[in-house]
């Protein structure tokens, strides 16, 4: 059966999900974009500062210190993770959501086992812990339902897109409000780009702001590989 928790906040926020650390209530950001799982000090939560200094990037452009760190104990739901190692951010997180400080995202490193199902509309977070792919092929139907579509994911959990007869690579980030492109794909997708032009903001994890152009794309389409 799978572990069903809700998503913190409201409508459009990014999917952040009720946690303990070290027996303390939390919430982390959910993200497969993300590598690795972040942590950052928060009031009546601090993490130990490894050995490890370095530099990371965050959201694609911003460079922080950071630290290896570990989580004596993360529990979600019912269910702890034990010495967990995390990399530790050194600006401290000032955020909260429903009275929970956030302390961090859960990156790849904690969703490569897992079957993960975010339920935007009914604001859910689920997922089934995976031994083998062929002996939970029933569970998977049962946790995605009939009218549910697949598409091949990479091990850097990019999946497969066409836009007109331009093949791409993108990345799922729940945390971004747009479907967002790189500036340096304009001059090869433009042919399926309308309205191009209008500045968007938009925030990513910790209130990062970027800017781009908004535009209607047109003839976007879903690939299971490059074979097709």
Same mark, same amino acid.
């Given at each position: 059966?799978?572990?069903?928790?809700?998503?913190?906040? @409201?409508? @459009?926020?990014?999917?952040?999900?009720? %946690?303990?650390?070290?027996?303390?209530?939390?919430?982390?950001?959910?993200?497969?974009? =993300?590598d690795y799982i972040y942590a950052r000090n928060s009031e009546g939560i601090q993490f130990p500062k490894g050995y490890d200094d370095a530099k990371v990037v965050?959201?694609? /452009?911003?460079?922080?210190? &950071?630290?290896?760190? !570990?989580?004596?104990?993360?529990?979600?739901?019912?269910?702890? $993770?034990?010495?967990?190692?995390?990399?530790? +951010?050194?600006?401290?997180?000032?955020?909260?959501?429903? @009275?929970?400080?956030?302390?961090?995202? +859960?990156?790849? &490193?904690?969703? =490569?086992?897992?079957?993960?199902?975010?339920?935007?509309?009914?604001?859910?977070? /689920?997922?089934?812990?995976?031994?083998?792919?062929? /002996?939970?092929? +029933? &569970?998977?139907?049962?946790? $995605?339902? *009939? @009218? #549910?579509?697949? %598409?091949?994911?990479? *091990?850097?959990?990019?999946?497969?897109?066409?836009?007109?007869?331009?093949?791409?690579?993108? #990345?799922?980030?729940?945390?971004?409000?747009y479907t967002t492109f790189p500036s340096f794909w304009i001059s090869s997708l433009k042919e399926n780009l309308e309205g191009l032009g209008d500045q968007k !903001? =938009?925030?990513?994890?910790?209130? =990062?702001?970027?800017?781009?152009?908004? &535009?209607?794309?047109?003839?976007?389409?879903?690939?299971?590989?490059?074979?097709?």
């Amino acid at each position: 059966m799978p572990v069903i928790l809700p998503l913190l906040g @409201g409508e @459009g926020d990014a999917p952040r999900i009720p %946690v303990k650390t070290n027996g303390k209530p939390a919430a982390m950001y959910v993200s497969p974009a =993300f590598d690795y799982i972040y942590a950052r000090n928060s009031e009546g939560i601090q993490f130990p500062k490894g050995y490890d200094d370095a530099k990371v990037v965050i959201s694609g /452009a911003y460079k922080e210190s &950071a630290f290896h760190s !570990k989580i004596n104990e993360l529990v979600l739901d019912d269910i702890p $993770l034990r010495d967990v190692d995390v990399v530790l +951010l050194a600006k401290a997180s000032t955020q909260v959501v429903d @009275g929970r400080p956030i302390v961090g995202v +859960l990156g790849r &490193a904690a969703l =490569f086992r897992l079957a993960v199902l975010i339920d935007i509309p009914e604001r859910q977070f /689920a997922y089934l812990d995976v031994k083998d792919t062929k /002996a939970c092929k +029933l &569970a998977f139907k049962t946790f $995605l339902g *009939d @009218g #549910s579509h697949s %598409v091949d994911m990479e *091990d850097d959990f990019t999946v497969h897109i066409r836009v007109g007869e331009k093949k791409k690579r993108v #990345s799922l980030d729940p945390d971004l409000t747009y479907t967002t492109f790189p500036s340096f794909w304009i001059s090869s997708l433009k042919e399926n780009l309308e309205g191009l032009g209008d500045q968007k !903001k =938009f925030t990513h994890y910790d209130d =990062f702001l970027s800017v781009g152009q908004g &535009a209607l794309v047109k003839n976007l389409f879903w690939r299971r590989s490059d074979r097709e």
